[in-house]
């Protein structure tokens, strides 16, 4: 397998130029990760597919950083054991980035892919179906680099596909939207500009959503394992738990990720004012400019929902996330400060054990 399927070309190409321009005579080579399984990676060099892990230096710059090599990134590797395994040095600056909140209480990033050209974002025809969740799905996306592109699956369970579909296009203006079944072999045409040769895409959704189905649908074979989803909710369980690139029969790469049972946004570089794109633009007719779209006189968005030409539903979620991206950048911006402070004193406390050898050595 080359590493061009994988997505190596003219562009790749010129980074890793710069990479070689900076590292003459360390023997380096370009690989792709292909499997992250938390502290060793399958990787995917011009000699085939083997064993990675970090290098001590970079684990260590990385300690702080969190920005860990992530399915679908490219990396410069040495090759030890005849090439049989590899340590990883560094990252070759990525075109893409699609991440969330991590869970818990830390405020941190996770990367849940890189290197994406089109992002599946999938949601099931059943009781998954939730525009307002896409929405937020979308934010992710246009945040990301790749291009989203919505997939609704198990359409064989759905007898009114059709409305459905409108209704998510009126939800996300100027996304594609396709309705797909596995189960009945169809839809998979209106997939093939997204998964040809050296093309990567990636998959997201909420659990049970049919990811897995679809992965090995696409693939032609039973690559991932699947579960059946619960009937009273149709809900299911986390059947992917790592991430891994897998080989389509049309040339392209597909990258299967663990479920979400709630996405916490990471940061916004735009992504909301794509999402929310019809809100954006009615905002400009507003009379004032810093307009809240709550109870202002001359607000063009409330005089659109009182028209019917926008959704309260939709404002209101606008609304809502905008709230929660405003909070979540506070708590960056309080987690940066209290590191650069931890990181001073750190630093003050070794300059002064330093010193206070240096006195004893004198004395």
């Known amino acids: 397998m080359s590493i061009e399927q994988y997505g190596w070309n003219r562009s790749w190409a010129s980074k890793w130029s710069g990479i070689e321009n900076k590292n003459v005579g360390k023997g380096l080579t370009p690989g792709r990760i292909v499997g992250d399984f938390g502290s060793k990676y399958r990787v995917l060099t011009e000699s ?11 684990r260590h710059d990385l300690s702080h950083s969190g920005d860990f090599p992530a399915i679908g990134d490219w990396v410069a590797l040495t090759l030890l054991d005849k090439g049989d395994h590899a340590i990883i040095h560094s990252v070759v600056p990525r075109n893409s980035v699609i991440s969330r909140q991590a869970a818990g209480n830390v405020v941190s990033e996770q990367i849940i892919a890189a ?50 579909i409108a209704e998510m296009e ?29 093309q990567t895409v990636a998959l997201t959704g909420s659990s049970g959503c049919g990811k897995s189905t679809l992965v090995n649908w696409l693939c032609g074979k ?53 999402a929310f794109g019809d809100v954006t633009l009615l905002a400009s007719g507003c009379r004032f400019g810093d307009c809240r779209h709550q109870q202002e006189e001359g607000c063009a968005v409330l005089e659109a929902v009182r028209t019917g030409e926008l959704e309260e539903k939709r404002l209101l979620n606008y609304r809502r996330t905008q709230r929660e991206l405003q909070y979540h950048s506070v708590k960056e911006e309080k987690a940066k400060r209290k590191s650069v402070s931890l990181q001073t004193k750190v630093t003050a406390s070794r300059t002064g054990r330093k010193g206070w050898r240096k006195e004893i050595e004198e004395f």
């Not at 085939?48 to 970079?58: D, H, K, Q």
């Not at 307002?132 to 799905?137: F, G, S």
């Not at 149709?234 to 991430?243: A, D, E, P, Q």
Request: aromatic share 6%; charged share 25%.
């Open 115 to 164: 290197n994406v050209d089109t992002l599946f974002l999938v949601s099931a025809l059943n009781d998954d179906y939730n525009v307002r969740r896409m929405e937020r799905y979308l934010i992710m996306a246009w945040n990301s680099g790749a291009n989203p592109v919505i997939l609704l699956t198990k359409a064989d369970l759905c007898l009114d596909s059709e409305l459905k």
């Open 48 to 58: 085939g597919e083997i064993w990675g892990e970090l290098a001590g230096r970079l």
């Open 170 to 198: 009126r939800a996300a203006p100027g996304v594609a939207v396709h309705a797909v079944s596995a189960v009945e072999d169809s839809g998979r045409e209106s997939l093939l500009p997204y998964i040809g040769f050296g």
């Open 222 to 274: 039973p690559v991932q394992r699947t579960q059946e989803v619960r009937e009273d909710d149709s809900r299911g369980r986390h059947t992917t738990t790592h991430r891994e690139l897998f080989v389509m029969p049309d040339g392209g790469i597909i990258v299967d990720t663990p479920g979400m049972r709630e996405l916490q946004l990471w940061n916004d570089d735009g992504g909301l004012d794509l």
